[in-house]
């Protein structure tokens, strides 16, 4: 009798970790997330979260209501840290001025509908 086939084989041994469990598995980290969030009726909300801390949100806040002709709002968040908050739809127009700014256009994430 050949018992061969009771024999412990692992045939994904030699790809080393597939999901990378040395590091956080779906972590957000390292990214900017612009997003986008339906108020009442037609009235959305445009917020930006992740922004790294060589950047003063004051600052871009300021930056952004002049730009975009918009009011916003800095709100402290204790999960997210200081999260940008814009009236309207603002995600394309915040992508491309953080582009312009210096920030690698692989590190914004955009989300919504």
């Known amino acids: 009798m050949n018992v061969q086939n009771l024999a412990t084989f692992d045939p994904f041994a030699d790809e080393g970790d597939p999901l990378n469990t040395n590091n956080e598995v779906g972590s957000q980290q390292n990214y900017i997330h612009v997003r986008i969030q339906q108020r009442n009726g037609r009235k959305t909300l445009t917020t930006l979260q992740g922004l790294p801390k060589e950047y003063d949100a004051k600052k871009l806040l300021k930056a952004f ?6 009011n ?7 999960e997210a840290g200081q999260v940008i908050q814009l009236q309207g739809d603002q995600r394309l127009k915040i992508s491309t001025f953080l582009v312009e700014e210096g920030i690698p256009k692989t590190s914004i994430k955009v989300h919504g509908f």
Do not use: R
């Open 72 to 78: 916003g709002t800095l709100v402290d968040d204790e």
């Open 65 to 70: 209501k002049k730009e975009f002709a918009c």
